[in-house]
């Protein structure tokens, strides 16, 4: 799960858990909160869809303009675009040496399309009563 903002300047830790202090080109400090803590319930969501064990579910947060700058200090899961890449890589060649197997793209789509339909029967039948 990738979930992207487009900030310029200069990200560091916020003073709380889930907060990250941008500090922009233009001189401005502001607190966001941060891309990780958004992705949690989405990440609960995919793994509630009940998906064999074996597939990982992971959360990044890529940061996409050109003139950010990353606290070091941060999560390696937060990172600066050009990082992206080599991120996926390393990830891609540790899931291949621990065994893990390919995500089954076609079989998490109909799973979820299933999930939906049954939400989507749930809704009306409460609209109904």
């Known amino acids: 799960m990738i979930e992207t903002k487009h900030w310029a300047g200069r990200v560091r830790r916020g003073d709380e858990r889930d907060t990250l202090i941008l500090e922009t080109n233009d001189g401005w400090s502001v607190i966001r909160t941060s891309p990780l803590k958004q992705d949690t319930a989405k990440i609960r969501f995919i793994h509630s869809l009940s998906l064999p064990s074996m597939f990982t579910v992971e959360g990044l947060g890529v940061l996409s303009h050109e003139t950010v700058c990353v606290d070091p200090?941060?999560?390696?899961?937060?990172?600066?675009?050009?990082?992206?890449?080599?991120?996926?890589?390393?990830?891609?060649?540790?899931?291949?040496?621990?065994?893990?197997?390919?995500?089954?793209?076609?079989?998490?789509?109909?799973?979820?399309?299933?999930h939906a339909i049954r939400d989507q029967r749930i809704r009306s039948s409460r609209v109904l009563t």
Do not use: D, K
């Open 73 to 114: 200090a941060l999560r390696s899961a937060l990172l600066e675009r050009g990082a992206l890449y080599r991120h996926l890589r390393v990830r891609q060649q540790h899931f291949a040496r621990a065994g893990t197997t390919r995500l089954p793209v076609y079989e998490v789509t109909a799973c979820r399309c299933e």
